[in-house]
């Protein structure tokens, strides 16, 4: 079974300032809406991570 999680990257000045991990897409697009509206500087990366990548 192949279990993914949604890794959130973000990035200020083209460096990566924090990761952070969702269980499911919509966690992380709703938490990118919210924190855009008071950081629109920042910039964001989605992307789908099995599980098994991250903890062992």
Sequence with gaps: MNTMIWKCEQFVGG????QNMFETEDQAREFVRKFSEVAPDV???IEPMPLEHVWN
């Design 43 to 45: 910039i964001f990366r």
């Design 15 to 18: 460096k990566m300032r924090q």
